[in-house]
């Protein structure tokens, strides 16, 4: 089990993360590899090594962080004794890693390597059971894994120590509250008195049998003695190690290996740790990875066990292992551990009341905008999450069904999608047969793109758009539903958010750093390939391109090339037999309104509505007028094409098509403008208002059985699923509140404003765009779908730090 490594060696020593003066890191990071391998023995049917028939080699690694463990715990108590600080620091150092460590090895390792079907794997009672390790009750075992490796009985071995571990920290922790480690004999003496105890009741070379609890408690409590007697033996240290080694070889050859493993090995750790070694005690330099091996390692080498033993053999698997390993272990540090070790309080602060305030309060304020980073994203995920599971396998509509069949048969069905979104569905939905790894991915991405601004935010102490865009944006109703839908729509607003906000941000700084890169690589495709209308978005692109010096240039070219080759390239691969474009759709919806009946007959007879050459070509596949204008519809022009009992006016001939475009521009707009206003405008705010085109979560369970998807819906019991489908119904039933995109629109005029008054290019830029997808929206919209104007719902994101920074040296 590793220790806490905030921890100093030396008592009255800075606190730091890692050690550079000292040994330690080394020797944690060499015992916990020794786990490792230890282990792979076992895993892979063998004995395990032998430390002179002791212990096993893994063994001994875990009697080792129990020393270091007693040692460092010790000191962290005599710098700061304050139990409600103590408590947290403990808390800090195990938990957060053991909480991802868990949660992973449950639902995304056991759920990817399970022999069970997915349902029955997720609702299986172990598996819940699994998590009971984050309350100190472990169990190994996770239902239909790994049953087929040689050693089944264990998904995670290693995690046994870890309540002992506790366990010795809440007893420390006890022992200051009363005051034993208060004073030097006393605490001496209840050591010697513990390990006496020990050695007479539970000694392996008395009993025959290892208690291990006791036994490692036991170094622990050897580790706590030689932090209190290090003035003494680091003033004599050679003597002290000789007299240690003459009593340990003699209590060795009197055939008490235990006892003389428990008498010697803690002073030779300890005093080796507590030297500085040239080039070891730079072992740390780059994190340290001891914890995360210890957690990791286990469950890693099994799954490759699973997938490569016995044709990789020993060494293969091993050395496979241990590289997965090593990278997942220094992730966990930077990403989890030393994230959460940041959040250490300081030696001067009280934990109650106003004083508690201020100290969350001042630690909050130090965080970096990394740290930011992954709190918010932490927040939003676990909403999304919980969405995720409270609708799964997700949100399906009729759109969701038709790209799903273009998949499933290979496109003889086709949606009539953008061609990036056909190559997402294939690649994602297509390899798994599960709609809810698309739906998941495109979650994940808007979670990390909201988490991403809002982090800039708080970075810059913009507390009040920070909070609207979080409450209002991020989490808003309307924006976790479409994030959980089969539809490209949610995903492009938010990416197109994201795209946005660097574009301005990289202009700004005049560069683009790693964060940039990262956020545009993962954007761009969305944004620009996701909607038909999104190669509008190109525009600020090429306006960053242009701005840019060469090497930036030259970054974001490696970005934006590729995905415009995949884009357009994809466009090429997978033609659509009968594309439905944008403008024909218009011409036709428009024209069939201009013939509805007029009760007021404002018509003369010699200003016919639409031409002869019109009436002809809309007939022409034998439908009347009559039952044409019975399918006309205000807001949405379906039941004009798709209804199977309706005049399906898309197989038109391409001949009466053109007639119908070319009549359309040449007399049919202009001899009923007015009509055709109004048409826009009654479109435009009936999706405003969020009235049409939202599919309930109950007609997933409707459109799966037409799909040969295998995902299950709803396959958990999930207690919170009541209460969250509760708070989309009152949403739906406030939408033209909560759904409705006022905010964006109203942002968005404030932002086109300032572009006039200021003449700021940048705001220009981002603005221009945004009113180019506004006016697109407007005119070309056949269908009152709110979906179409989500991206001003989350336009927010972007235009609120634009809005806000104004002064040039905010920018940066």
């Known amino acids: 089990m590793s220790v806490p490594s905030s921890m100093q060696a030396r008592a009255g020593a800075p606190s730091s993360v890692t050690h550079p003066g000292n040994n330690f ?19 892979t049917g063998q004995m395990e090594p032998s430390f002179f028939g002791i212990h096993s080699l893994g063994g001994l690694a875990v009697t080792i962080f129990f020393v270091l463990s007693g040692y460092l715990v010790n000191a962290s108590w005599q710098r700061d004794p304050n139990l409600w600080r103590f408590g947290l620091r403990r808390f800090l150092r195990i938990w957060p890693a053991l909480t991802v460590a868990v949660v992973l090895t449950a639902y995304v390792l056991g759920a990817w390597v399970t022999q069970l079907p997915l349902k029955e794997y997720l609702t299986h009672r172990a598996t819940a059971n699994y998590l009971q390790a984050l309350g100190m009750k472990i169990h190994f075992v996770l239902p239909g894994v790994f049953e087929n490796n040689p050693y089944r009985l264990g998904v995670n071995g290693s995690l046994w120590t870890i309540p002992i571990e506790v366990r010795c920290y809440i007893a420390l922790g006890l022992a200051g509250l009363i005051g034993l480690l208060k004073y030097r004999p006393v605490l001496l003496l209840s050591i010697a008195v513990l390990i006496g105890w ?14 291990h609890g006791r036994e490692l408690s036991a170094f622990f409590l050897a580790g706590a003695a030689l932090y209190t007697l290090e003035p003494y033996w680091r003033r004599r240290p050679v003597l002290w190690g000789g007299a240690i080694a003459l009593a340990t070889a003699s209590v060795w050859m009197a055939g008490w290996r235990h006892s003389a493993l428990l008498l010697g090995l803690p002073f ?28 990791f390692a286990f469950p890693i080498q099994q799954t490759v066990i699973q997938y490569g033993w016995p044709q990789l053999g020993f060494t293969g698997t091993l050395c496979i292992s241990l590289a997965i390993t090593v990278v997942l272990a220094y992730a966990s540090w930077h990403l989890v551990e030393k994230q959460a070790l940041r959040l250490k309080p300081s030696s001067s602060q009280v934990w109650f009341g106003a004083s508690a305030v201020r100290a969350v309060k001042t630690r909050f304020l130090a965080l970096s905008e990394l740290q930011y980073f992954a709190f918010v994203l932490a927040l939003i995920g676990v909403v999304y999450a919980a969405w995720l599971v409270a609708s799964w396998p997700g949100i399906l509509g009729q759109d969701s069904l038709a790209i799903m069949l273009e998949v499933d048969t290979d496109r003889v069905h086709q949606a009539n999608k953008p061609a990036f979104w056909y190559l997402y569905a294939l690649l994602t939905y297509g390899a798994t047969g599960r709609v809810e790894v698309p739906i998941a991915l495109q979650m994940l991405i808007c979670a990390a793109v909201c988490a991403r601004i809002l982090a800039w935010m708080l970075a810059r102490r913009m507390w009040k758009s920070f909070a609207y865009c979080l409450i209002f944006v991020a989490l808003a109703p309307s924006v976790v539903y479409y994030s959980s839908s089969f539809y490209s729509d949610g995903i492009y607003a938010i990416a197109l958010s994201g795209m946005m906000f660097e574009v301005w941000r990289s202009i700004r700084n005049r560069s683009v750093d790693l964060s940039s890169l990262l956020i545009f690589f993962v954007t761009i495709p969305f944004a620009i390939f996701g909607r038909p209308n999104g190669v509008l978005n190109l525009i600020p692109l090429a306006g960053l391109t242009w701005v840019l010096s060469k090497p930036y240039r030259i970054r974001m070219s490696l970005v934006i090339v590729p995905w415009l080759i995949v884009g357009f390239g994809s466009q090429f691969i997978y033609k ?15 024209t069939v309104g201009f013939l509805e009946h007029r009760p007021m007959g404002l018509w003369e007879h010699d200003q ?3 031409t002869a050459k019109t009436v002809d070509a809309l007939t022409s596949t034998g439908q009347s007028l009559d039952k044409i204008r019975e399918f006309y519809d205000h807001y949405y022009w379906d039941p004009l094409i798709f209804f199977p009992t309706g005049p399906a006016l898309m197989s038109l001939s391409d001949k009466s098509k053109r007639t119908i475009l070319k009549e359309f521009f040449k007399y049919n707009l202009w001899h009923n403008f007015p009509a055709f206003m109004a048409s826009r405008v009654n479109i435009f705010l009936y999706a405003t208002m969020a009235n049409g085109g939202i599919p309930g979560p109950s007609e997933t369970s409707k459109i799966l059985p037409f799909t040969k998807s295998i995902s299950s819906v709803q396959p958990l019991k999930f207690s919170l699923r009541k209460h969250l489908h509760a708070w989309y119904d009152f949403s739906i039933q406030h939408r033209a509140i909560l759904w409705a995109p006022w905010g964006g629109l109203v942002l968005l005029a404030v932002a086109l404003r300032r572009t006039m008054k200021q003449r700021d290019k940048v705001v220009a830029l981002i603005a221009g765009t945004y009113a180019l997808q506004l006016a697109a929206v407007f005119i070309f919209s056949i269908a009152g779908e709110y979906r179409y104007l989500l991206a001003f719902f989350t336009a927010p994101l972007v235009l609120l730090p634009i809005i806000c920074r104004t002064s040039e040296q905010e920018y940066a």
């Open 25 to 43: 890191d080394a020797i944690r990071i060499v015992a916990a590899t020794m786990v490792l391998y230890s282990h792979h023995f076992a895993l």
């Open 198 to 211: 020990f050695l007479a009741r539970s000694n392996p070379d008395v009993t025959g049998t290892v208690h």
């Open 268 to 295: 030779f750790i300890i005093y080796s740790g507590t030297q500085a070694t040239a080039y070891i005690r730079r072992a740390g330099r780059w994190g340290d990875p001891s914890y995360g091996i210890y957690l």
């Open 576 to 590: 659509y037999k009968n594309p439905i474009g944008s403008i024909f759709p218009l011409a036709l919806y428009e």
């Open 608 to 610: 016919p509505r639409v």
